[in-house]
């Protein structure tokens, strides 16, 4: 089993869509959890950042931790085609400024007009 | 700022030559890190350095070396190119310390080895 397992898609919404995005996981020593957005042709952005479980809202963006089933998702409210783009989820067992990290394999999302 | 940097953005290699990635930030940031992608496989670590003089192996190292002279400059050499090393080649930074601590990536380098 692989440390982290992300459905590569790609995952094709309609403008307006709330999108779901998921990773799982093996390793319960991670802790925090982050998700990467990478255009293409483009290096990844950091997204999102959370720490152990709960939910985290940033404007259209919600990412959510569930340690107990070892299961992250990001969504996406009233998604653009701006939000076209491959999203990595990233994850690690210390704080990102103490250990390396994680990487699922990215899911490609498109989101047309 | 610039940000991370990194030379060049495409290299086409025969099998058995050498080059140098370059990468280079302007933030001062003391941790640095060497990534490929391979298409639908994500980021694989290849080598890291927590500071000038400090590099340690990743998941992916083989074939590779790191040298970390400086705190901007964290060039990536491959010896003996082989088809296997056909990837895109990210670098990134980071600053020390806790809290979110976003790695900042570069552009990245894609080379293809025939």
């Known amino acids: 089993q692989k440390e982290v397992e992300q459905d590569p898609g790609p995952l094709s919404v309609p403008e307006g869509a709330i999108v779901s995005l998921n990773c799982t996981y093996s390793?319960?020593?991670?802790?925090?959890f982050m998700w990467y957005r990478q255009y293409s042709r483009k290096g990844p952005e950091l997204l999102m950042y959370?720490?152990?479980?709960g939910n985290k809202e940033d404007g259209r963006f919600t990412a959510q931790v569930d340690k107990s089933s070892k299961y992250i998702s990001l969504f996406i409210r009233d998604s653009q085609p701006s939000d076209s783009a491959t999203y990595l989820c990233?994850?690690?067992?210390?704080?990102?400024?103490?250990?390396?990290?994680?990487f699922g394999k990215g899911t490609m999302l498109l989101v047309s007009p | 700022n610039a940000g991370v940097t990194q030379t060049p953005k495409f290299r086409i290699l025969k099998i058995g030559q050498s080059m140098t990635l370059q990468c280079t930030q302007d933030m001062n940031h003391n941790y640095m890190y060497w990534y490929r992608q391979d298409p639908g496989m994500g980021l694989k670590l290849i080598y890291y350095?927590?500071?000038?003089?400090?590099?340690d192996k990743g998941e992916v190292p083989n074939g590779y070396n790191v040298s970390r002279s400086t705190t901007e400059d964290f060039p990536l050499r491959l010896e003996l190119a082989a088809p296997s090393q056909t990837s895109v080649y990210f670098c990134a930074s980071r600053s020390s310390g806790t809290g979110d601590n976003e790695q900042f990536f570069g552009p990245g380098t894609r080379l293809t080895v025939l």
């Open positions: 959370t720490y152990s479980s």
């Open positions: 390793n319960s020593a991670f802790q925090y």
């Open positions: 350095s927590v500071g000038a003089g400090i590099t």
């Open positions: 990233a994850m690690s067992p210390l704080p990102a400024g103490y250990s390396t990290l994680t």
